[in-house]
C-alpha cells in the first residue's frame, strides 16, 4: 500500500476500519483478493506473485496488516519482501505488540516500511526508516511513503474524510470508496520533499494514481468488528486506471 488510513477503536460498530490504496508497476504479477487455499490461519490477502508476499489482508481471526514503503531514493536495495511483513503476521500466531517486538530487532534488514498490525486488543506500528514502534490509541490515523500520520496532503485528506464519515453515523461507505479515488494534486508549496524529482512528486501527489506503467493497482477496505467479523473489499486497475473488477471477501472468528 502507499495510502491508508484507519479508524482504531473510536467506532460503535467497527473496531477497525481501514481503508487504502496500492501503488505498483503494472507488470508486476498480481492475484487478486482472494482466501488463500494453502493458509491454515484462513488469510484473506491479495497476493505478489513475485516475492509470495502481500500488502493488506486479514485472517480467520480478524487480525489486520498493511504495510507501505518508504520512500528515500538514497536507502539501499534489496533485503527480505516487504511482503513477508504481512504474510508473516497474518500466517502466525502472535499478537500485534509481540509480532512488532520481536521484528523490530531485525526492521533493519528490510527495505524502507511502515507497518500497521491489529488484533482484538491492540493495533501496533512499526517502522525502520527512521525506527519507530509504537502502540496507537484510539482514533484515527494514516500514512503514505513518510512517518505515521505524517501531514502529506493526500494523507490528510483521507483521514479527513474517515473523520467526517465517523461523525455522520453513515453506514455508506461511498464517501470513503470516492476519497480513494480522488486524483486531485495539490498545490507545490504543499508536496512532501522526499528526494524524488519534482514531476515524479507531483505525479504520486494524489491519492489515486491514473499511469500507464505504474499506478493505483488497487483500493481497499477493511472492516473489523468488535467480535471480529467483518469483511475485506478490493477494487482492481490496470494502466491508465482501468477498472478490472473487484472482490469482497467476509470473515468471521473460527472461519475454516
Given amino acids: 500500500m502507499c495510502l491508508v488510513t484507519l479508524a482504531w477503536k473510536c467506532h460503535p ?3 477497525l476500519l481501514m481503508a487504502g490504496n496500492r501503488d505498483e508497476f503494472h507488470a508486476r504479477p498480481t492475484a487478486a483478493l482472494h482466501a488463500w487455499p494453502d493458509s491454515p ?4 490477502a ?3 506473485l513475485r516475492s509470495g508476499g ?3 489482508g486479514i485472517n480467520g481471526n480478524g487480525h489486520a496488516a498493511v504495510v507501505t514503503n518508504v520512500r528515500d531514493p538514497t536507502a539501499a536495495t534489496g533485503g527480505p519482501s516487504r511482503g513477508e511483513l504481512i504474510a508473516g503476521y497474518l500466517e502466525g500466531n502472535a499478537g500485534a505488540t509481540a509480532y512488532t517486538d520481536a521484528l523490530a530487532l531485525r526492521a533493519a534488514e528490510f527495505a524502507p516500511f511502515n507497518l500497521l498490525v491489529a488484533d482484538a486488543d491492540h493495533c501496533a506500528y512499526l517502522g525502520n526508516r527512521p525506527a519507530a514502534h509504537r502502540v ?4 484515527i490515523h494514516g500514512m503514505s511513503n513518510g512517518a ?7 494523507t490528510r485528506r483521507l483521514m479527513q474524510v474517515l473523520d467526517g464519515w465517523l461523525e455522520s453515523g453513515e453506514e455508506a461507505l461511498d464517501v470513503i470508496w470516492q476519497a480513494l479515488a480522488d486524483e486531485t494534486r495539490p498545490p507545490d508549496a504543499e508536496l512532501p520533499a522526499t528526494g524524488v524529482p519534482l514531476e515524479l512528486e507531483r505525479m504520486l501527489s494524489s491519492a489515486f494514481i491514473r499511469g500507464r506503467d505504474y499506478g493505483t493497482r488497487a483500493s481497499t477496505v477493511v472492516a473489523i468488528d468488535h467480535d471480529g467479523r467483518g469483511f475485506i473489499h478490493e477494487r482492481r486497475f490496470g494502466p491508465d486506471g482501468v477498472h478490472l473488477g473487484e472482490q469482497r471477501v467476509d470473515v468471521s472468528p473460527g472461519r475454516e
Fill in 136 to 139: 496507537l490509541q484510539p482514533g
Fill in 41 to 44: 490461519a484462513a488469510v484473506i
Fill in 54 to 56: 502481500s500488502w493488506m
Fill in 46 to 48: 491479495g497476493r505478489d
Fill in 148 to 154: 505515521l500520520d505524517a501531514p502529506w496532503p493526500k
Fill in 13 to 15: 460498530r467497527w473496531r
